[in-house]
């Protein structure tokens, strides 16, 4: 089950590749993870672990369990009150059901110590793969897009297995925060795994996310002033003034730095997006408009005509307020606050990667939606399940 678990973390890009079942739209992932759950309760029922799972489950601290059925209510609650009840239904399964679902057998399966280390191995993995790619399609435009190729609206930037750069920073940017604390330890010094990770902050660097940029860096920081020892805060410290130098050299990267400053479109909509989504939880503060609203209701609250319809505000704490209301937001919250809480009580690498992870999150979610997409809210649930 160990690799069955890892398979279907490699594969949470694979919601790209879309089809329909009768008439339904699904997509790769959402029938991996419905084969994950049916190999995993045959799992427990062959292995006699079925009495062993419900105790785990049992033994969950209750401030979690309250915030996670919350959560989950609030995913319900949102599919009911949106006004095209299809599509909310289809959010409600891959926002909420299936990794939620995911979570308690993943939890079960990375128990074990060891299990948690290879697990740990396995990312390093996934990060080298999908950057090398978006490495690769930088100097060959190999599975570039032509429009991001480099044109007078965007810069070239680079997009892996992804269907647009941002969404390969919303994948990449927490696991390598994640996975900071993991780069000294013993089980760790490899260098095929330091070799992945840097591909990694290349791979980054090239998306040219700002958001995904704001993330690490939030998560370096946190890192740096509480956990990394004298020599990695030296170390983390002279890199972060390479990078610079090499940002400052670098006309592209240079100018996706001062471009916000300079009243640019894409950080301008950000702000039309905040008040368009600020006048939706004015005319519903309690319920918000539901899973898919923000894009339903976009019309006729939005009063920027040069800004077209976009899925989601932007700000993780407006996307959770518009499509889940109240609740959703105060249960995300709890959910996190109880992960941080925990993590600095137990400390440890895992406890240390689970806060940049979150920190990352949170920071990223303010320009971008780090949670409303097929493959980070099952990235999401798995690495807190650790």
Known sequence: MFYLLSLLFILAPSYVIRFSIL?????????????????????????????????????????FKTFFILFFIAGLISTFVASDLQKAAGQFLVLFLMPMLV??????????????????KILFFVVGIVSIYGIVQYFTLIGLPSQWWGNANEPKRILSFFEYPNAFALFLAPLLAFLLPFVRQEALKNLAYKAS??????????????????????????????????????????????????????PNLR???LLPFMGEKST???????QTADKMINDSPILGK??????????????????????????????????????????FLGLSYFFITKAIKQKGFLSIATILFLTAL??????????????????????LSI
């Open 197 to 250: 990770y840097g591909l990694g902050l290349i791979a980054l660097l090239l998306t040219l996310s700002r958001g995904g940029w704001l993330g690490f860096l939030a998560a370096l920081g946190v890192y740096i002033l509480f956990f990394a020892q004298k020599k990695e805060r030296l170390a983390a410290l002279t890199g972060f003034f390479v990078a610079c130098i090499i940002v400052l050299a670098t």
């Open 23 to 63: 008439g339904l739209p699904s997509n790769l992932l959402e029938l991996l993870v419905v084969l994950f759950l049916i190999c995993f309760a045959f799992w427990i029922i062959k292995n006699k672990l079925t009495q062993d799972f419900k105790e785990y489950i049992q033994a969950q601290p209750k401030l």
């Open 290 to 331: 539901g899973l898919t609203g923000f894009k339903s209701n976009y019309d006729k609250y939005n009063t920027d005509p040069n800004l077209a319809s976009i899925n989601y505000p932007h700000n993780i704490f407006l996307n959770f307020w518009v499509e889940t209301g109240i609740l959703g937001l105060i249960s």
């Open 255 to 257: 100018y996706r730095v």
């Open 103 to 120: 979570y308690f057998p993943a939890g079960f399966i990375l128990a074990n110590p060891i299990n948690k280390i290879r697990f740990v």
């Open 268 to 274: 301008v909509s950000r702000f039309s997006l905040w």
């Open 362 to 383: 949170y920071f990223h979610g303010l320009a971008d939606a780090p949670y409303f997409k097929n493959d980070l809210a099952l990235i999401f649930w798995i690495l």
